[in-house]
């Protein structure tokens, strides 16, 4: 069985992007909400997206995978908005967050970006 972006159930994945958010937020290098990443994307910044894969309707966020795609971003879902809001230091669940680089972390984040890569591509 092979892994993909869309399996929301990759601890491994999780505790690692989980760490690259905390230390993130420390430095202000984070985007939460969809208007805010999708204003990010429209703007050609870099980062990885992090999707959470219990929202609905999945139409609220549907449209950002194929923006990364387009603009070539790396990508993953995980599980739960509620411990994705908690990781980016809101009381209230986020359903998308976006990490971009910061010199203080990039070793952190540089582990997150070979993970999220080396996922194989969806179907």
């Known amino acids: 069985m092979t892994k993909i972006k869309a399996d929301p159930n990759r601890p491994e994945a999780q505790t690692e992007l989980y760490k690259c958010i905390k230390k993130a937020i420390k430095q202000k290098q984070i985007q939460h909400g969809v208007k805010e990443v999708q204003k990010f994307i429209d703007k050609g910044k870099k980062g990885i997206m992090v999707l959470a894969g219990d929202t609905l309707p999945v139409e609220v966020y549907c449209h950002l995978p194929v923006m990364c795609e387009d603009r070539n971003l790396p990508y993953i879902y995980i599980p739960s908005k509620t411990n994705l809001g908690a990781a980016a230091g809101s009381k209230r669940p986020t359903c998308v967050i976006m990490v971009k680089s910061h010199k203080d972390y ?16 969806p179907m």
């Open 106 to 121: 990039q070793e952190a984040y540089d582990e997150c970006l070979e993970e999220v890569q080396a996922l194989p591509p």
